[in-house]
């Protein structure tokens, strides 16, 4: 069974009752139920287009939160070879939230960024929920200079609510720490592209999501606060989020129409959760075509290029 949203529930109850009469089938062989199986299995494709095909911008925030959707841990292992991760800011420590490395991808090496949400209670508690602490920035940025360095593509997946707002997090420096990684972004000469694959929450995204090529799964969400932020901070109401999510132009198609974003790729009817590894070849596929269409350029075009890309956004409004 799945973990079903609120607004999934004429899919639960058809996928139940399927559910019901396979088991049946199967404590009893005399018992046909296949007809029946395959009468429902086509009712919960057709309830599941029609309800994908008109969900809100909260009902899409819902399903960028699925605790089932593929994390980046998932894409990594998919799209990437000879992942080395690399751990510690120089600093103070190592932040499990941000993930970092080097790898192949499709046997061109790379560097790797991420935040990791955990897919278990014991690994959301290692990975601090996919929010970064200040040292998780400063390893960014470290890695993001060894790209650099050495010519190295950089491609990042973002996951992430936001950056961790906790006392720590402010006295080590993480508004800094999110402004220098930001600015890394800005002046490294070598490709960046940047994926969106769940929620792109505020300046703990943007500080590795400054790319020349930006895209967004589908069903991502991204956006300068949450929705029960805004909704906190506009009305004193954190419960109005349903509201602020439709205000706030979140979804992919209401970011690729402002030009926040370069392209959208389509997930599964029902989520990513619902069939991971077809979304990942996806993704692997708008990559590796975006980092053929940026290879040709040298380093001081690609950054005027990503620099110009962010000065644009909002002036043609």
């Known amino acids: 069974m799945h973990n079903y949203l609120d607004f999934e529930k004429p899919i639960s109850d058809l996928e139940g009752k399927i559910l019901e009469l396979k088991k049946l089938a199967g404590e009893d062989e005399s018992v046909n139920t296949s007809d029946e199986v395959e009468r429902l299995e086509t009712r919960v494709r057709d309830a599941m287009a029609e309800i994908y095909s008109k969900l809100t911008p909260w009902q899409k925030t819902q399903v960028a939160r699925h605790p089932s959707r593929p994390h980046f ?26 993930q970092a490395g080097l790898a192949r991808f499709r046997g061109m090496p790379v560097a790797v960024l991420g935040q990791e949400k955990g897919s278990d209670t014991k690994s959301r508690i290692k990975h601090n929920f996919g929010s970064p602490r200040p040292e998780g920035y400063r390893k960014a940025i470290r890695v993001m200079e060894m790209a650099d360095r ?4 950089l491609i990042t997946l973002i996951d992430t609510a936001g950056a ?16 220098r990684s930001t600015e890394m972004c800005l002046n490294v000469r070598v490709p960046i592209v940047t994926v969106v694959i769940g929620e792109g929450g505020s300046g703990g995204a943007i500080a590795i999501a400054t790319g020349n090529r930006v895209y967004m799964l589908e069903h991502a969400i991204y956006s300068v606060i949450s929705p029960e932020g805004a909704a906190s901070i506009l009305w004193r109401d954190s419960t109005r989020a349903k509201e602020a999510a439709s205000n706030m132009k979140i979804t992919s198609e209401d970011l690729k129409a402002l030009g926040v974003i370069d392209g959208i790729i389509p997930e599964p009817t029902g989520g990513a959760h619902r069939d991971p590894q077809s979304v990942i070849a996806r ?4 990559i590796a075509d975006a980092l053929k269409e940026l290879s040709g350029r040298n380093g001081d075009e ?14 043609n409004l």
């Open 302 to 315: 690609l950054r005027t290029d990503r620099r110009q890309k962010y000065l644009n956004i909002g002036r």
């Open 73 to 98: 841990l998932d894409y990594s292992a998919e799209l990437f070879t000879e992942f080395t991760p690399l751990a510690g800011d120089r600093n103070y420590g190592n932040d499990e939230a941000i």
């Open 164 to 179: 961790y707002p906790g006392v720590g997090a402010e006295e080590r420096g993480q508004a800094e720490a999110i402004a």
């Open 283 to 286: 993704t692997g596929t708008v």
């Open 150 to 153: 050495f010519g190295l593509p």
